[in-house]
């Protein structure tokens, strides 16, 4: 129960779109902060029906900080793998939105 309360309350903190508070439309970021919150509350499906782009970017970051503690073979081309999938998935993503 005190998990759900901080979860509650971590979301009274979000920090609100400024693309969409002053020009009227969402960013490509728009629901990563949602989806974060939605993977710390355990609703993986409803973490990447927020925002896609969350589990390839999850998984550059642990790959880049893998990298840093132990030093991989071929990590320049997985990490541009990944940051392509990236990128992909949030141009894709904000595409589709105004679709």
């Known amino acids: 129960m005190q998990r759900f ?6 979301e009274d903190y979000m920090l ?9 439309f969402d960013c ?3 629901g990563l902060q949602r ?3 939605f993977l710390l509350q355990g609703d993986f499906v409803a973490a990447f029906k927020m925002y896609p782009a969350i589990y390839a970017i999850l998984l ?5 900080l893998a990298d840093r503690l132990v030093s991989l073979r ?3 081309k ?5 940051m392509l999938a990236s990128l992909a998935l949030i141009l894709g993503n904000y595409i589709l939105k105004f679709i």
Do not use: D, E, R, Y
């Not at 309360?5 to 971590?10: E, P, T």
């Not at 609100?16 to 009227?24: A, E, N």
């Open 78 to 82: 997985i990490t541009i793998f990944l």
């Open 35 to 37: 989806s974060v919150m």
């Open 60 to 64: 550059l970051f642990g790959f880049l």
């Open 28 to 30: 490509p970021g728009c």
């Open 5 to 10: 309360n901080l979860m509650v309350h971590a």
């Open 16 to 24: 609100p779109c400024l693309s969409k508070q002053f020009l009227g």
């Open 74 to 76: 071929h990590s320049n």
